[in-house]
């Protein structure tokens, strides 16, 4: 180090030892807040109803009760909002100590006398005065120099307008525990040295902010405002993923007055996703936005009726049958379009006219109101209305018909006899009600038929809730009768090959209350279409990751659900595993969005694994040369060839004990399919400490694990070893097996019963090398 390059490093640390102790300085003022607002709380809790007025003689002496409640509530829910605050920012502050920046840049803006020296960190920090900036928030306007530019001319916005200047200087750093362990001057993209330092670590069992080392591209995607939707198209390992959470944080920043990460949704893959990703904003200062799997979706809508497949067991019924059910697999091409979407909007426009089946509606076995007389009914309704107004109109007579006739059932014999097997505490309930009515007197000699009136009338009642509860939610509509109907009266249109028999094994399905996955986005459409459902307007920003693995008909279904929300879809085509899906994200220009609206970000450069794994991966896939690799260098990947089934097992085992003696602390054994995984596990779990990775399992910690190859997408390990490649056949599964290999950050080990995968015959032999 030179002296010049010293003194800088010296006089930065002095700042850093500055900062720190104003950061201490702030933390001991806001902890004594802390303290006095939490007492505050606790004393409101204790003293509430001292302090309020408790009167309930006289309308007025209510109103005043009610208005002395309320204000003494709002008082508390002000102190505890007071409180989660300042503990928020102690939080802030304990991280800020630890590593107060990273970056800094000198910006002599046009005009002005002087430059001004920038300091970028997580978080905004003012001096004691609260008159200015130590440190300048990330998200800043100004922080995004740091992002886009090189010394030289720059440039940023800012909502009154371009400001325009120079930047003097870009410095990196890399601080840990208030000390400076690294200081490099850089360019316009983050420099590589600081890339270093952060791609060579070990692989986290969460995923990590990246606002350190976001590149331009990225900053491009988070701090985009224009687009209604936007697509990031990026290959395995470029960053999507976390540029979309950083764009979370940037929005919630940019917009906090009037959005809430309440008002946000993500749609991950899986629910081990979720709690992947769950550390980033609350990195940041952030509250989580509202986390889904579109899975969760359809179960919460369809799932108390049916038992709804998910894409894991189609998944897994695929590539346990990939060349016994070719049917199903052009059944769920077709069901996955536009075009099916189109025929099921015609079908129900037909249905304004004719075809409606309805349920019987049945008590004690009696059919009450039958589905010929709803259809009569519904039918004869205007039929410029539409069918769920119309379905309203149906739901209201039903009401009033039912109305009817629990009056006639109060009189029958059985409810009489089923009164006399009330419990005592009906008995009561009636008795009080007789006197709050002032229908009992100790000398009238009616009481008993009161009482036994009443007490019938109970009886009936509770035995007509569940009818009355069922008709107000519609299910006298019988949607799986309809949507079986609506498949065996399709005979127009691009049909796939063996309709009839895709037809016969969903209607049979549905027969034993079970939806295929391809069949359930399309049902709940149908459901929408007859019953009617407001739209989301609560949800402003909708992301959805993994996008490629979504079929045109969710895209234009989720679009249905948000028609007031900006999206953020992040895909790979390359990694469209999904059968139905079609692995690219331009159909979204056959819905209702305007060009303009839509703008598209290529991510071709990917940082996750060593240099030598993407040679290798680009090649398993078409134009997979074209992905640029991050210059981190490492082994190539390493292909094992055994004879027997058990060798495989001592393979495994010898090399995960090698990667833990070097250092790897994520280690997946990835396997085919999940009945593959649990043998595995099986046969592994006694030789080596082993997680088995389900598709129920929402969190795992370092260590080994073995994992489907569905659910290994989107996660990342140290090492990866590919259980007996040779089962990747079918070309079909070529984006498959892509994806698995591209999981590896350090170490791609592959093992092969026999043979290499067929698809690995194109690859360059010298890529990796065989042991």
């Known amino acids: 180090m030179s002296d010049t390059q010293n003194k800088d490093w010296n006089l930065e640390q002095t700042r850093v030892d500055f900062v720190v102790k104003e950061i201490d300085k702030k933390a001991i003022k806001l902890s004594t807040n802390v303290g006095k607002v939490s007492s505050d709380v606790l004393e409101i809790r204790k003293t509430f109803w001292n302090d309020v007025t408790v009167n309930f003689d006289e309308p007025d002496d209510i109103a005043e009760t009610a208005a002395s409640i309320k204000q003494q509530a709002e008082l508390m829910s002000e102190r505890e909002r007071t409180h989660l605050q300042l503990d928020h920012q102690l939080k802030t502050l304990v991280r800020l100590k630890n590593s107060p920046y990273f970056g800094r840049i000198d910006f002599w803006e046009r005009g002005e006398k002087s430059s001004d020296q920038v300091y970028l960190g997580i978080s905004s920090f003012m001096d004691e005065n609260d008159e200015n900036f130590i440190i300048y928030d990330w998200r800043a306007p100004i922080s995004s120099l740091y992002y886009d530019y ?15 200047g120079t930047m003097e200087l870009k410095r990196q750093f890399i601080i840990k525990d208030s000390k400076i362990k690294g200081m490099f001057e850089s360019g316009v993209t983050i420099g590589d040295e600081m890339l270093q330092e952060v791609l060579g670590n070990n692989a986290s069992s969460q995923m990590k902010s990246i606002v350190a080392t976001i590149q331009r591209e990225q900053n491009q995607i988070i701090r985009n405002e224009r687009s209604k939707i936007l697509i990031v198209q990026g290959v395995a390992g470029s960053g999507k993923t976390s540029a979309a959470l950083q764009r979370i944080a940037f929005l919630l920043y940019r917009y906090r007055e ?49 038992k709804v497949e998910d894409p894991f067991d189609q998944i897994e019924f695929l590539l346990s049958n990939a060349d016994q059910d070719l049917a199903r697999f052009k059944g769920i091409r077709y069901k996955a379009s536009l075009d099916f979407k189109q025929l099921i909007d015609e079908y129900v426009t037909s249905l ?54 629990v009056k006639q059932e109060r009189s029958k014999s059985w409810a009489e006899e089923e009164s006399q097997f009330l419990d005592k505490e009906d008995y009561l309930d009636a008795f009080y009600h007789l006197i709050e009515k002032k229908q009992y007197t100790e000398n009238s000699f009616n009481d008993f038929e009161k009482e036994q009136r009443l007490l019938t009338e109970m009886v009936v009642k509770e035995k007509f809730k569940p009818l009355f509860n069922k008709v107000k939610k519609l299910k006298f509509i019988d949607l799986p009768a309809i949507y079986q109907e609506l498949l065996k009266c399709m005979c127009k249109g691009n049909l796939p090959e063996n309709w009839d028999k895709i037809c016969c094994q969903t209607i049979e399905k549905i027969n034993h209350f079970e939806i295929p996955y391809e069949d359930s986005t399309p049902f709940v459409y149908l459901q929408d279409l007859l019953e009617g459902r407001k739209s989301n307007s609560a949800i402003r920003h909708v992301f959805i990751d ?24 992040m895909g790979d085509t390359n990694q469209a595993i999904f059968s139905g899906a079609t692995g690219s994200s331009t159909v979204l ?40 690799a991050f210059n981190r260098p490492g082994t190539k990947p390493t292909v094992k060839i055994v004879k027997k089934q058990n060798d495989i097992y001592s393979v495994i085992t010898r090399r995960i004990e090698q990667f833990k003696k070097e250092g790897h602390q994520t280690i997946a054994v990835i396997c085919r399919t999940a009945k593959e995984s ?43 070893i590919i259980y007996d490649s040779s089962q990747y056949r079918n070309e079909r599964e070529r984006k498959l097996f892509y994806t698995v290999c591209t999981r590896a950050m350090h170490e791609l080990y592959i093992v092969s019963k026999e043979e290499i995968s067929p698809l690995m015959k194109k690859v360059n032999d010298k890529m990796y090398h065989f042991v």
Not at 258 to 266: G, H, Q, V
Not at 546 to 569: C, G, H, N, V, W
């Open 150 to 164: 090189s010394p030289g001319p720059a440039s940023y916005e800012t909502p009154e307008g371009t400001i325009e």
């Open 258 to 306: 009037t959005l809430k990460s309440e008002n946000i949704l993500l749609f991950s893959p899986n629910p081990l996703f979720n709690s992947y990703v769950a550390t980033v904003l609350p990195e940041l200062g952030e509250e989580n936005m509202q986390q889904s799997t579109f899975q969760d979706y359809l179960d919460q809508r369809i799932g108390r009726e049916f």
């Open 678 to 720: 649990k043998r595995v596990f099986d046969e592994l779990k006694g030789q080596t400490p082993l997680h088995l990775i389900e598709k129920g399992t929402i969190s795992y910690e370092k260590g080994t694990l073995v994992i489907p190859s569905y659910l290994a997408k989107g996660i990342e390990f140290d090492a990866v």
């Open 352 to 405: 304004s006219i004719k075809g409606l089946i309805f349920k019987d509606i049945i008590f004690r076995k009696e059919v009450i109101i039958s589905k010929l007389d709803i259809a009569k009914y519904f039918y004869s309704l205007e039929k410029s209305n539409s069918i769920p107004n119309r379905m309203e109109q149906v739901k209201d007579w039903l009401l009033k018909e039912l109305r009817k006739r």
């Open 589 to 628: 220009s056959d819905l209702a969005v305007e060009e303009c609206d839509i703008e598209t970000f290529v991510l071709m450069k990917t940082y996750r694994s060593t240099k030598p794994i993407v040679e290798f991966t680009g090649q398993l896939i078409e134009n997979g040369r074209n992905i640029e």
């Open 546 to 569: 993994e996008a490629q693995d979504y079929t045109p008909f969710q895209f234009a279904f989720i679009q249905r659900l948000f028609p007031y929300s900006k999206m953020t879809l």
